[in-house]
């Protein structure tokens, strides 16, 4: 999957500024602060209906809580849809987070209410590497926070390695 869109990050580009709502407040969030001070910074996109999802957040908990990096990486953990497949509401945002143990200042909407609308603003913003026109959940970003430099995608290259992304 080519990234082909000058107007989106590809991997070793630069993230554009924006904002997706916090669960937490309720109020939009500019990820650039959000990651400020940060080493690196991962988006981890889920669904509510999503059963990988469900699966793999306690692993990235588990990596954020390690010692080593603590206070170097920090996740936004990005929900596009509730169980149904439609927009999440701030209720059901704060609900999936404390079912899944994601402190709510690092749970966030995108959804802009259309019929195809998960995901609308982080996609305008960095290219998700698609595979047959689509992209799988959950769904794995990662990027230099001080840069915003996006270093890593799911699938944009069959030699990547979230592990080394991670490092």
């Known amino acids: ?5 000058p107007n989106l990050a590809c991997i070793g580009e630069q993230i554009r500024e924006f904002s ?9 969030q500019n990820m650039t602060e959000y990651f400020a ?55 059901y945002c704060r609900r999936y987070g404390a079912q899944k143990n994601i402190p709510l200042e690092n749970l966030f ?20 590497y698609l595979v047959n026109g689509g992209f799988g959940l959950p769904f794995n970003a990662m990027f230099e926070a001080d840069t915003m430099t996006y270093i890593y995608a799911d699938r944009a ?6 592990n080394a992304a991670l490092n």
């Open 1 to 5: 999957a080519q990234c082909n869109d």
């Open 20 to 28: 997706l709502t916090n669960c937490q407040s309720g109020m939009p």
């Open 37 to 91: 001070g940060m080493k690196g910074g991962w988006y981890v996109l889920t669904a509510g209906w999503c059963p990988a999802c469900t699966q793999f957040i306690p692993s990235v908990i588990d990596v954020l809580q390690n010692p080593m990096v603590q206070n170097k990486i920090k996740a936004a953990f990005i929900l596009g849809e509730d169980t149904r497949q439609g927009a999440p509401t701030l209720e």
């Open 109 to 128: 909407m995108d959804h802009d209410g259309s019929n195809n609308g998960s995901f609308q603003t982080i996609f305008t913003y960095l290219w998700p």
């Open 157 to 162: 290259s069959p030699t990547d390695d979230i």
